[in-house]
């Protein structure tokens, strides 16, 4: 199983190195994204927060992009099914499941590497941390947290659609969320309907959670919220995978 996991795993990042939409999405978006909010959108938001803005924006923007390439899972895996890949593997003496493992261990991989491009794009910006090591081991594990459950929420989409064009609507998803969050003005000056549903979002839990154990201002409540937010995202989420998965196989 670990052997025909790390070679779908190495096949998914192949496969990323020679897909331009993958390239672009992982290398030149966070970089264009980050420049564009605190370069462009900074000075008119620099009075939303008692930080300067590319503090304030730097954990909205990280989340923001590795949510974005972890949806790139949905179409990668919505395709294996509908192309006959997983079929083909059941002929095999291999773990087809491997398949979904080896997109959700390439998503982590893809995204940590945007997250750090992200980070140096910040720190070339400004950007200074009060966090100690310790915070940012912590905010290293909240990172792949975080990847992992979206990943596995990617793949059961692509899963459940019928079509690649609405497997690839999972990205909208991923991207419209953040901006419905704290990720790039504080709560308090979105709109009164809107607030309600900002402030207890998972992304938005996520951020505050990111933000304070990167700046060195870390909550024991942010922290546990998250926890409880994205275990159980996670495991519903990779539960329904499996069950899908195994629908797809049987049918393919």
């Avoid at 190495?10 to 978006?29: E, F, G, P, Y």
């Amino acid at each position: 199983m670990i052997g025909s996991t790390l070679v779908f795993t190495q096949r998914s990042m192949v496969h990323s190195l020679r897909n331009l939409d993958s390239l672009v999405t992982a290398i030149v978006a966070p970089v264009a994204i980050m420049l564009l909010f605190v370069t462009v959108f900074g000075s008119a938001l620099s009075g939303v927060s008692a930080r300067s803005y590319v503090e304030y924006v730097t954990p909205g923007v990280m989340l923001l992009c590795a949510g974005f390439g972890a949806a790139l899972t949905a179409t990668s895996v919505h395709t294996d099914v509908t192309r006959g890949v997983v079929a083909r593997l059941r002929t095999m003496p291999v773990r087809a499941s491997g398949v979904v493992v080896g997109h959700v261990l390439a998503s982590v991989a893809r995204n940590l590497v945007s997250t750090a491009l992200v980070l140096l794009v910040a720190v070339a910006l400004g950007f200074r941390s009060d966090g100690s090591f310790v915070e940012w081991v912590g905010a290293g594990a909240l990172l792949a947290s975080y990847i992992v459950a979206l990943t596995f929420v990617a793949a059961a989409w692509g899963l459940a659609v019928r079509s690649v064009d609405a497997a690839g609507m999972f990205s909208f998803v991923a991207l419209f969320l953040p901006y419905l969050s704290t990720a790039f003005v504080p709560v308090d000056s979105l709109p009164g309907w809107l607030q309600g549903f900002a402030e207890h979002q998972p992304v938005t839990v996520a951020i505050e959670a990111l933000r304070g154990l990167v700046t060195g201002s870390a909550s024991a409540g942010d922290l546990v919220a998250f926890t409880a937010w994205f275990t159980g995202l996670g495991v519903a989420a990779a539960l329904a995978t499996g069950w899908l998965f195994r629908r797809a196989a049987l049918r393919g």
